[in-house]
Nanobody, 120 residues
Framework: QVQLVESGGGLVQAGGSLRLSCAASGRTFSSYAMGWFRQAPGKEREFVAAISWSGGSTYYADSVKGRFTISRDNAKNTVYLQMNSLKPEDTAVYYC?????????????WGQGTQVTVSS
């Protein structure tokens, strides 16, 4: 079991940056692959980025590639999402997720989400 708490959301102008954090409980954080997802109003939740257990592998949705960077600090039990060149279409609730397996989109554990709003 792992519990996840996101932070760092807020209101930013288009072209700006935000860094989201997701703190995980427990002593087995490095046993989980981590992902970020988002859900905009009226839309289905969509994958944003994922990172492997040690951080050596990452992959991104095409819509954020080159603008967002996922990273993790296993000593701090935290995963990050650095978001640059933000666009109004990035507005959504962002969720972090954890799963023992890497490379798929079905995650076992989810945080409560943090709102990101990008104004034009």
């Amino acid at each position: 079991q792992v519990q996840l708490v996101e932070s760092g959301g807020g209101l930013v102008q288009a072209g700006g940056s935000l860094r989201l954090s997701c703190a995980a409980s427990g002593r087995t954080f490095s046993s989980y692959a981590m992902g970020w997802f988002r859900q905009a109003p009226g839309k289905e939740r969509e994958f944003v980025a994922a990172i492997s257990w040690s951080g050596g592998s990452t992959y991104y949705a095409d819509s954020v590639k080159g603008r967002f960077t996922i990273s993790r600090d296993n000593a701090k039990n935290t995963v990050y999402l650095q978001m640059n060149s933000l666009k109004p279409e990035d507005t959504a609730v962002y969720y972090c997720a954890a799963d023992p397996y890497f490379g798929h989109y079905e995650y076992d554990f989810w945080g409560q989400g943090t709102q990101v709003t990008v104004s034009s």
